[in-house]
């Protein structure tokens, strides 16, 4: 198993446990836990990402080492998400491969969430935003998944 394996299976449990605890808002800002279902086995899986938020848009953004998003495929696929002790529901869609709407959530993600830039390479202009040029040096590395949550419906207690 490698090294990066053994830290998510460790860093994964600690992070769910603090974000489902009373202490959730030390980190509810930004880390939310997305619920899912396996495409092939059915089993529900629940997962800690960094998370930005626009109006009923939630993003999350990976690279594509990482294989949970392959559950997304085949969008849009029903998911919920976690966010200060409440469950949403909504449809998700992934975006894998370079493409322009791929680069685009990319750039409101990291404009929004500015301190997850370096994790995936990408440079900071002045201001503070992703230089598109440094966006598109990774962007067949990563996976966007831009999550819609259903309209008028009542967040559940998690």
Partial sequence: MSIKKIFYKT???VVTALLRSPLHGIASES???LHFRGRKSGREFVTPLSYTREGSTIRFMS???TRWWINLRGS???VSVEIAGKIYPGLARLWEGDSEPLREGVDRFLTALPRDAKVYG???DRSGKPQP???ANVASELVLVEMELEANTEPKRA
């Fill in 122 to 124: 990408i440079k900071l």
């Fill in 63 to 65: 690279a594509q080492t």
């Fill in 133 to 135: 040029e440094s966006i």
């Fill in 11 to 13: 860093l994964n449990p």
């Fill in 76 to 78: 849009p696929v029903s």
């Fill in 31 to 33: 880390l939310a836990l």
